[in-house]
């Protein structure tokens, strides 16, 4: 089975996620390389696996959020659809199983708010993990004064903890926002569809999506 440490060394994977970031460098959009990718992966798998899925499901869903931005590299615009189809014919070329590259096609292809819902558990992981890494480490833009919206309530986010509590059947998203930076409005104004996606995605999973600002309870 091809695993996530292949994909990681796979020149093609590489040069797809570095020319990704260059490209959303160039637009103003915050960071969506190793650091975000890694963290996703790392997400996407810890759900799997505290809710006791197979190892091989477990992977495929690391694999799925190492890969699930590299569609960037053609364009912002429906980059989770061109990732999918990239991500389809990279894993196909390495080795990977038919009915394993399709599974990730298609939670990549239904990771964005914008086109996408839960389809899978995978898909489902992919997104809880995704939309979970809200962080002051993901604006590129070093000018304060020159900050947009989505900008100011990433910066404004000062600690981010992503917790799967086996006990309880929830996925919880605890953030601490500096209020000086940025009103708690502003971050449901503009998350607002990333959160109700993260609702359905843990609903797919058969458990509840517990959001935290600031330590009061707001989902």
Known sequence: MITLED????EEVKELV???????????????SIRHI?????????VLKTLNYPEERIELAKIAGYMHDIGN???RVDHAHSGAILAYQILKNMGMELHHCTEIMMAIGNHDEQTGTAVSDISAA???????DVHRDRVVNQ???TFDKHDKVNYAVTNSNFIMDKENRKAILDLTIDTKISPVLDYFEIFMD????????AKYLGIWFELIINDTKLL
């Open 126 to 132: 992919l997104i809880l993990a995704d939309k979970s």
């Open 38 to 46: 890694s963290i996703v992966s790392q997400r996407a798998g810890e």
């Open 194 to 201: 990333r959160t109700m996606m993260s609702k359905y995605a």
């Open 143 to 145: 000018n304060m004064s």
């Open 73 to 75: 590299c053609v364009n």
């Open 18 to 32: 570095l020319s990704s970031q260059k490209q959303l460098n160039a637009l103003g959009y915050t960071e969506h």
């Open 7 to 10: 994909v990681k060394q796979n």
